[in-house]
T-cell receptor, first 110, second 114 residues
Framework: GIQVEQSPPDLILQEGANSTLRCNFS?????LQWFHQNPWGQLINLFY???GTKQNGRLSATTVATERYSLLYISSSQTTDSGVYFC????????????FGTGTRLTIIP | DTEVTQTPKHLVMGMTNKKSLKCEQH?????MYWYKQKAKKPPELMFV???????INESVPSRFSPECPNSSLLNLHLHALQPEDSALYLC?????????????FGAGSRLTVL
């Protein structure tokens, strides 16, 4: 199956800083999503982005499918951005089987 | 508030108990999922139901028994669990759109097996 790796594994930033999280995947994808898991365990879907660029407020994401990576940008970080960020991918069209990456734990310090 | 509701939020059970986790959604989604997440690890897929039929079973032990009684409900029946089954169990739902099934997760049920 597809392998999904994320970097860095941990990131500690001051409030107001910008950050870039990376997701590498081992195969071409038809489905790629970014999630934020808050400290209480709730997973929130941030982006569905198998290719191209999307923006939502302070967050944006870019997937370069031909080079098998995706980036999540967080600008002007706030303490509520803390948590674990996962990307998840699927390479089999028609198969509802998202594989989650290893995650990036982001800590924003006031 | 999440649109996928999971109950209970916390469950403690002994190895001989029988319990169930419940998941409900009213978004009209026809695919529903169970994921298991151990501490500091990513979620791992257990089961997928598509149009109320089991479409994916990721070789999960038979002590976990899923059930999808209708398009809005998903249950996970637990029996004779082991302490290593303690984890956060996450339910999710999505539309059935090949290559575009965007998952909405519930808040999870945190299970402790004694």
């Amino acid at each position: 199956g597809i392998q999904v790796e994320q970097s860095p594994p941990d990131l500690i930033l001051q409030e107001g800083a910008n950050s870039t999280l990376r997701c590498n995947f081992s195969d071409s994808v038809n489905n790629l999503q970014w999630f934020h898991q808050n400290p209480w365990g709730q997973l929130i879907n941030l982006f569905y982005i198998p290719s191209g660029t999307k923006q939502n407020g302070r967050l944006s994401a870019t997937t370069v499918a031909t080079e098998r990576y995706s980036l999540l940008y967080i600008s002007s970080s706030q303490t509520t951005d803390s948590g674990v960020y996962f990307c998840a991918a699927d390479s089999n069209f028609g198969n509802e089987k998202l594989t989650f990456g290893t995650g990036t734990r982001l800590t924003i310090i006031p | 508030d999440t649109e996928v509701t999971q109950t209970p939020k916390h469950l403690v059970m002994g190895m001989t108990n029988k319990k169930s986790l419940k998941c409900e959604q009213h978004m009209g989604h026809r695919a529903m999922y169970w994921y298991k997440q151990k501490a500091k690890k990513p979620p791992e897929l257990m089961f997928v139901y598509s149009y109320e039929k089991l479409s994916i079973n990721e070789s999960v032990p038979s002590r976990f028994s899923p059930e999808c009684p209708n398009s809005s409900l998903l249950n996970l029946h637990l029996h004779a669990l082991q302490p290593e089954d303690s984890a956060l169990y996450l339910c999710a739902s999505s539309t059935v759109r090949p290559g575009a099934n965007v998952l909405t997760f519930g808040a999870g049920s945190r299970l402790t097996v004694l």
